[in-house]
């Protein structure tokens, strides 16, 4: 680190968030190739994420690849280093975000966006691809926010999309061979566009209709017309780091994690990564626990986190929890087990892990009655619930977070009134069957508004407006007047923003331009977000953000995502939003495929369900 | 089970990582280390460990004390050597022994301090007279005067740099080597802009003795 950089630390709370040089991370030398990670959010939060350190470990292990890490500076930060004409700079060198081949932002949620110009502009580059220079590093996006990137689509020169452990030492070997041949920018993304998964925005021309959808999608310069995503096939035999880089300060997941598996046999229409990580590939027992063991040696964390997008579905999780809890309890690790379902909850396997630890326990009903709740395929009976909580009670909980969304496609109050009566069911069995009654039952409830998404049934539905989002909570809260509940619904913008980005199109490049004129950066943060500049930057540019909201799509309309497929087809989706709307649930992958489409990516391969 | 007190120095980007921080890396460390260190009985178990003289955040440090202990019948071959793999880049294990005196009898921290630019000669002067400044603590804040606080203090020039090494009282009432920074920048030697430079290099007993 540098004298200037030193400076704008000496003068940052938390400065350990900007100096790099934590066990694990890494350092090489003479690297042809330099790779950024770059995070648009904060160190806490960016070093959390898994996806990121599985890159790190993966191309840093490639000969002449360096990888680094770079975050976005907090607000503090940030002004010392403007102050100072401190560029952006990588955490294991200091060296300029610019000076590198190839910058790779991850794309967590629509609010990223204004944060990933703000950090362009630190690192002295051009938002728009067209506007960068030749000698410019290639700036690559990635993330779950890809499967509708068209808002950011100007401001890449190449959007990965789906999983990246194959796909990125392959992309990046080539440029090497184009650079090693004196090949141009544009010699180079011709050569990587017909390769799975790989999406370069600047190939494709995108027309509109008179009401404001789009016309036509067209692919150039050889691109492929629908980019397929990439995915690893043999997922027990992918890639995973034997260690993790260990922060010298808190962050918010700070602790070993392994995978359990990819995808989730559940198809809640909903939820976005449920259809784009399909099909399911599971890793064995051996290979979790091999790798949990190398993790816990190679960076002393106390807790292992069993990751996926539903832990308890994963099918060897009972025996897998055995041996992990036999391996590490005398080594005073603890297990952590997110992401629960309420019906294969299995007491037994909390009571083992949380031998070191008792915290408390969360689900998600998303709806508050089976009606609901069967159109959204969230095929959680109530009865399944209270027993778990029923169980969960028995042995000392006594503190439930429940998670509700609304705005729910066809949702009417008798469903809002079912979430008060599922509170009441709660709480009724907990005078049954609690165990701590001295202390009382907590229940926090948390209730967001319903954002539509890319790739999933509701695709083609619109969000419910701020009127009657309120409307809906105030309804909510005259049935929620329960003693120990605690309900948080106040309505955000935030889901509002996140509604237009995720389902808008590339009209919508200069308000997030704009947003990031007007200062909008970090907007995850409270303190930080601004509703009213997001407002005043649509109006600014002339487009109408209610035009993405809350548009109703017809069957046959083009979305502005249809070239980018997650290997689930569109004729399935729709189907699958027509029977939520007759309010018929689909059964789960474990039944019995439903042929989504999504096994086509793997040869000769069935889902692990 | 053996009492182990353990001499470290903080270096480099080491020297951002907080006290709290501290603690955690040190317990992590020493797990990666595979050296058998206590841990604390009861619901929450930890590995216990105590920082003698907690260090502002960005102050490196040549003379770092932690209190530990292993939990065998033989005592550990190899501790330093296992430590120093296990620390961070910027820690690093300087000695290990067993019987350590009584941390309540650490009396004076010994700092370095280096100023980006100035005049040795006119700052050891300016100290020579009362300065008064306002030293804050958690409970209240009050004027003092820096001259009753420094115990020793000398400049060196150092081409454009100027170097102080200073002697400050540690414990009830201490002084934090900012405040004599804040001092010389009553004087104009200091400026707002400025980044001075802080390194703890002793802890000494109340006979201005190496304390151990």
């Known amino acids: 680190m540098n004298d200037k950089i030193l400076s704008c630390i000496d003068r940052s709370t938390k400065p350990a968030r900007y100096t790099g040089g934590e066990y694990n991370s890494i350092v090489k030398e003479n690297c042809e190739f330099n790779y950024a990670i770059c995070f648009p959010d904060v160190y806490e939060i960016g070093m959390s994420h898994l996806g990121s350190k599985i890159l790190y470990g993966l191309l840093n292990e490639i000969d002449g690849v360096w990888c680094q890490r770079i975050f976005a500076p907090f607000n503090d930060m940030e002004a010392e280093m403007r102050k100072r004409d401190q560029a952006l700079y990588a955490l294991e060198s200091g060296m300029d975000a610019k000076k590198f081949d190839m910058l790779g932002f991850t794309m967590q949620y629509e609010l990223n966006y204004a944060t990933i110009l703000n950090m362009l502009e630190l690192a002295g580059l051009k938002y728009y691809s067209k506007d960068r220079e030749e000698s410019d590093p290639i700036i690559i996006g990635g993330g779950p926010c890809v499967y509708n990137c068209e808002p950011v689509a100007d401001f890449f020169d190449v959007v990965l999309i789906g999983e990246a452990e194959e796909v990125l030492p392959e992309i990046i070997h080539i440029y090497r061979e184009n650079k090693k041949a004196g090949g141009t920018k544009l010699d180079y993304l011709k050569k990587i566009c017909r390769i799975q998964g790989i999406y370069v925005p600047s190939f494709y021309d995108v027309t509109y209709l008179e009401n404001g959808k789009v016309d036509k999608i067209t692919a150039k310069n050889g691109a492929p017309d629908v980019v397929v995503k990439a995915i690893v096939e043999d997922f027990d035999k992918a890639y995973y780091p034997k260690s993790f880089v260990v922060p010298s300060t808190d962050i918010v997941f700070d602790r070993a994690m392994v995978e359990l598996f990819r995808g989730c046999r559940r198809g809640c229409r909903f939820c976005q990564a449920g259809y784009t990580y399909r099909p399911i590939r599971a890793r064995q027992l051996e290979t979790v626990l091999e790798q949990a063991k190398a993790l816990a040696k190679s960076t002393g964390f106390d807790e292992m986190s069993l990751s996926s997008l539903s832990s308890s579905d994963y099918p060897f999780i009972a025996p897998l929890c055995d041996q992990m809890m036999d391996y590490f309890e005398d080594k005073h690790i603890s297990i952590a087990l997110p992401s629960l379902r309420a019906d294969t909850f299995d007491i037994s396997i909390m009571e083992k892990i949380q031998k070191v630890r008792k915290s408390g326990l969360t689900f998600a009903p998303e709806a508050g009655s089976q009606r609901l709740r069967d159109v959204i395929n969230k095929n959680l009976k109530e009865e399944d619930l209270y027993e778990a909580c029923g169980l969960a009670f028995e042995s000392g909980y006594n503190n439930i977070k429940l998670y509700f969304m609304i705005g729910l496609p066809t949702e009417t109050n008798e469903d809002l009134e079912g979430i008060a009566k599922i509170v009441r069911g709660v709480i009724y069995t907990f005078k049954q069957r609690g165990t701590n009654k001295a202390k009382g039952i907590k229940i926090a409830i948390g209730c967001a508004t319903f954002v539509p998404k890319a790739q999933t049934p509701f695709q083609w539905v619109g969000q419910?407006?701020?009127?009657?989002?309120?409307?809906?909570?105030?309804?909510?809260?005259?049935?929620?007047?329960?003693?120990?509940?605690?309900?948080?619904?106040?309505?955000?913008?935030?889901s509002y923003l996140e509604a237009v980005f995720a389902r808008g199109d590339r009209r919508l490049a200069p308000v997030i331009v704009r947003a990031h004129e007007l200062g909008c950066n970090l907007d995850g943060w409270d303190e930080n977000f601004k509703p009213d500049m997001w407002l005043q930057a649509f109006k600014d540019c002339g487009v109408d953000g209610d035009f993405y909201a809350f548009t109703q799509y017809e069957k046959d309309d083009t979305f502005p995502w249809d070239h980018i497929s997650s290997g689930v087809r569109k004729d399935y989706l729709w189907n699958e939003y027509q029977k939520a709307l007759r309010g018929e649930a689909s059964p789960d992958c474990k039944a019995g495929c439903s042929g989504c489409g999504a096994l086509s990516l793997m040869k000769g391969r069935k889902c692990d369900v | 089970m053996f009492n182990i007190r353990l001499k470290f120095s903080k270096l480099g980007v080491c020297s951002y990582i907080s006290h709290l921080d501290l603690m955690r890396t040190l317990q992590r460390s020493f797990v990666r280390s595979g050296l058998p260190v206590k841990y604390t009985q009861g619901f929450n178990p930890h590995i216990y460990l105590s920082i003698l003289a907690p260090l502002s955040t960005g102050f490196e440090s040549l003379y770092e004390l932690v209190d530990f202990s292993f939990d065998c019948e033989?005592?550990?071959?190899?501790?330093?050597?296992?430590?120093?793999?296990?620390?961070?880049?910027?820690?690093?294990?300087?000695?290990?022994?067993?019987?350590?005196?009584?941390?309540?009898?650490?009396a004076y921290s010994v700092y370095e301090i280096v100023y980006e630019r100035g005049n040795a000669e006119e700052m050891a002067d300016?100290?020579?007279?009362?300065?008064?400044?306002?030293?804050?603590?958690?409970?209240?804040?009050?004027?003092?005067?820096?001259?009753?606080?420094?115990?020793?203090?000398?400049?060196?020039?150092?081409g454009e740099k100027v170097k102080c090494t200073c002697t400050l009282p540690l414990g009830n009432?201490?002084?934090?080597?900012?405040?004599?920074?804040?001092?010389?920048?009553?004087g104009g030697f200091v400026l707002e802009d400025d980044t001075p430079r802080y390194k703890r290099i002793a802890l000494l007993d109340k006979d201005l003795k190496l304390f151990r």
């Open chain 2, 173 to 186: 009432d201490q002084l934090n080597p900012a405040y004599v920074s804040e001092a010389l920048s009553k």
């Open chain 1, 464 to 494: 419910v407006t701020r009127e009657q989002a309120e409307a809906k909570q105030e309804h909510l809260r005259e049935h929620m007047k329960i003693k120990n509940v605690n309900l948080s619904t106040h309505y955000s913008v935030s």
């Open chain 2, 126 to 158: 300016f100290l020579k007279n009362p300065v008064i400044i306002t030293k804050e603590s958690k409970r209240q804040s009050k004027e003092i005067n820096v001259n009753d606080y420094i115990r020793e203090i000398k400049f060196e020039q150092m």
């Open chain 2, 74 to 106: 033989e005592y550990p071959e190899n501790a330093i050597e296992k430590l120093n793999e296990a620390f961070p880049k910027g820690i690093q294990a300087v000695e290990i022994y067993q019987n350590g005196r009584k941390p309540g009898e650490i």
